[in-house]
């Protein structure tokens, strides 16, 4: 790929410019009535440019060829102008933040303009909306391509994820710490409904579009759930539905070191997608104490609270589906499905890390082993799972590469011979290409991206372009690009990310 030049067009024709053919928009979402949404009017970012796309996310939406060089989608995914039969709305939700009920919240900076391919468009960044209240209703450079990136990053590593089909930059200035430029990152999911939006009409009393939500969301997206009696056992189902997803999403998280930063009830995806990325970070060293989100001054978030965080806030969710359900006790024992399946999720992630198809009371023995070693000596988590893997078919063939990673050797020596034994019992055909093909090579370390921040900074988007190839395919070598790879420098331990950007 070439680097994608960064030519400032000049601004359109006052909307709504026509689209190069009118696309088959559809607005399920917001056909739901003005209770769920607010129309917004484009707020112009001058001059704006590509920063980066996704083909594979164009190719999706069916987008029209070329639709990455036109000046019309320019336009319109940077938010100032409206593509022919698209729309601007922003949603209201409410939320508990840091585990305080924050009142109303909805998309302060997130505009959804509708759906193509069953897939909802949003622009983050894209100016003021009713709900911004203090905000500018903008996104910073920096921030937008950490969410381009990292939405290619998971989905790279099978991990349920929004997606980000582009990003568009300004050099008009939004003040942060300091003053930056502004961007907008379109994002990409079935839907963007969050736990907060049955908070916010549960809370507020609005049995009856509480009841329509549930109702979208099952038709929509839950089906089986239909095959439930209606009413309350329906509900159920859905929480029951919504309960697993996030048990999985969750256990795909701590299995790669992903720390999400700010898991508020706004930001978990009803959907069980990972959402709404902010401060988060891939973990260097392994530290279940590890807070990414300098902000999070108690470490609510810490990396190994985010399973117990998300069980809370699925019980957020329960209450909020109380009107629904009537019976308290029926949603809590629906909810509590969340630790044995977190349990068994979580175990069959650490299975397939260490080349089995399924746990099995040998190998959980040694997970049982390993993780605190891991965390006692702070292992990166990363190089050791990739260097456990070469390690299996010796590719490597020094025991040293895994044990070098270890200041006190004899426990991880023992342990390695324990490994090698249980696969020699279990006599399990390509435990390395296997391993492999479960623990990545390549994640998205806080300090990758600020490389690529850096370069787009100055116009130059191939860093970007390099990093979100090698991203969507983690698990292939890229000798080419072994540097991202590595060890983290020095100076990434310095990073500060907090929840504004
Ligand atoms: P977040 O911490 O990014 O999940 O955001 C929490 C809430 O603040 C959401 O309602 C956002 O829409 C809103 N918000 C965050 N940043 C801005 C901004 N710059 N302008 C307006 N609203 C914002
Ligand atoms: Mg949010």
Redesign the pocket.
């Known amino acids: 790929m070439t680097p994608t030049p960064a030519q400032p067009s000049s601004p359109p024709a006052a909307a709504p410019a026509a689209g190069p053919a009118a696309l088959p928009w559809q607005h399920r979402f917001s056909a739901l009535g003005p209770q769920f949404v607010a129309p917004i009017a484009p707020a112009p970012l001058p001059e704006p440019y590509w920063v980066g796309h996704s083909a594979a996310v164009g190719e999706a939406l069916q987008l029209p060829a070329g639709w990455n060089q036109a000046d019309d989608f320019l336009h319109a995914l940077s938010g100032n102008v409206l593509l022919e039969g698209s729309q601007m709305h922003a949603s209201v939700?409410s939320?508990h933040?840091f585990g305080i009920w924050a009142g109303q919240?909805?998309?302060?900076?997130?505009c959804l303009i509708g759906e193509l391919a069953g897939q909802e468009i949003q622009l983050k960044?894209a100016g003021?909306?009713p709900?911004?209240?203090?905000?500018?209703?903008?996104?910073v450079l920096r921030s937008s391509i950490r969410e381009f990136l990292c939405s290619e990053a998971m989905h790279g590593l099978g991990i349920p994820t929004t997606r980000a089909l582009s990003v568009t930059g300004s050099d008009a200035t939004?003040w942060r710490e300091q003053a930056e430029t502004a961007a907008v990152v379109t994002r990409v999911a079935p839907s963007f409904i969050r736990f907060g939006h049955f908070e916010h009409f549960s809370k507020s009393g609005q049995t009856e579009q509480l009841h329509q939500l549930a109702d979208f969301v099952i038709a929509n997206f839950y089906p089986q759930c239909l095959e439930t009696d209606p009413g309350a056992p329906r509900y159920l189902a859905l929480l029951a539905a919504v309960t697993e997803r996030t048990a999985d999403l969750l256990a795909q998280w701590q299995a790669v070191g992903f720390c999400h930063g700010?898991m508020?009830t706004?930001?978990m995806s009803i959907l069980g997608l990972t959402l709404?990325y902010?401060p988060f970070q891939f973990l260097d060293g392994f530290d279940p104490g590890h807070i990414c989100n300098h902000s999070d001054h108690e470490g609510r978030y810490a990396f190994g609270q985010q399973p117990n965080m998300a069980y809370w806030n699925l019980y957020c969710l329960a209450d909020a589906l109380i009107p629904l359900i009537g019976d308290e006790d029926a949603t809590t024992e629906v909810v509590d499905i969340f630790p044995v399946r977190f349990g068994q999720s979580a175990a069959q992630c650490l299975a397939r890390k260490m080349g089995l198809d399924a746990p099995d009371a040998k190998q959980k023995a040694l997970t049982d082993m390993l993780l605190p070693m891991l965390a006692s000596e702070r292992i990166d988590h990363t190089i050791f799972w990739r260097r456990l893997s070469r390690w299996a078919a010796r590719m490597d063939d020094e025991d040293g590469l895994v044990m070098d990673l270890f200041a006190n050797r004899q426990p991880i020596q023992t342990w390695l011979y324990a490994f090698e034994s249980m696969h020699k019992a279990l006599g399990l055909p390509d435990v390395s290409a296997r391993m492999l093909r479960a623990n990545p090579k390549y994640v998205l370390r806080n300090h990758i991206a600020e490389q690529a921040i850096a370069a787009a900074k100055e116009k130059d988007f191939s860093v970007l372009q390099q990093l979100q190839q090698v991203l969507v395919t983690p698990f292939e070598e890229h000798p080419e690009h072994q540097a991202w790879a590595d060890f983290p420098p020095d100076w990434a331990a310095g990073i500060q990310i907090s929840?504004?950007?």
């Open positions: 939700y939320g933040q919240l909805g998309d302060g900076r997130a960044g003021p909306t709900f911004s209240r203090r905000g500018d209703g903008r996104a939004v700010v508020n706004d930001n709404d902010g929840c504004s950007s």
